[in-house]
Nanobody, 121 residues
Framework: QVQLVESGGGLVQPGGSLRLSCAAS????????MRWYRQAPGKQRELVAA???????DHADSVKGRFTISRDNAKKMVYLQMNSLKPEDTAVYYC???????????????WGQGTQVTVSS
C-alpha cells in the first residue's frame, strides 16, 4: 500500500520554528515532484512549496525567505523547514507527491493525512 505520512506539526509561538517531515512508503519505483500545501479554517487549500525530482524548488511569496522545502530521495522523504512563523501560518499542512508505483509507467498523485500547525502566543 502506497502512502504518505506527515509528522512534525504542533503548537509554536510567533517567531518560532518547526520542521515538517513526510515519508513515502510502499511499492514505489520512483518519485517525481513533491509539494507541501496548507489549508486554514474557512480558506482554500494553497500550495506552499514544491520541489522537483532534480531538486529545483519554488516557494509561495507568503513564505519566501522563511520556509525551505528539501528532499532526501534515498529515504523517500520531503521536509519543510519553517522559520519566523506567524499566526497566519496556522493551518493543516499536507504533503503531496507524484509517485510511480512498481510496474507502472505513470505517476499518481498521493496525499498525506495532514498535520496541524498552530502559531499562537
Amino acid at each position: 500500500q502506497v502512502q504518505l505520512v506527515e509528522s512534525g506539526g504542533g503548537l509554536v509561538q510567533p517567531g518560532g520554528s518547526l520542521r515538517l517531515s513526510c515519508a513515502a512508503s510502499g511499492s514505489i519505483f520512483r518519485i517525481g515532484a513533491m509539494r507541501w500545501y496548507r489549508q486554514a479554517p474557512g480558506k482554500q487549500r494553497e500550495l506552499v512549496a514544491a520541489i522537483s525530482s532534480g531538486g529545483t524548488t519554488d516557494h509561495a511569496d507568503s513564505v519566501k525567505g522563511r520556509f525551505t522545502i528539501s528532499r532526501d530521495n534515498a529515504k523517500k522523504m520531503v521536509y519543510l523547514q519553517m522559520n519566523s512563523l506567524k499566526p497566519e501560518d496556522t493551518a493543516v499542512y499536507y504533503c503531496n507527491a507524484d509517485l510511480g508505483r512498481s510496474g507502472s509507467l505513470y505517476y499518481t498523485a498521493y496525499w498525506g493525512q495532514g498535520t496541524q500547525v498552530t502559531v499562537s502566543s
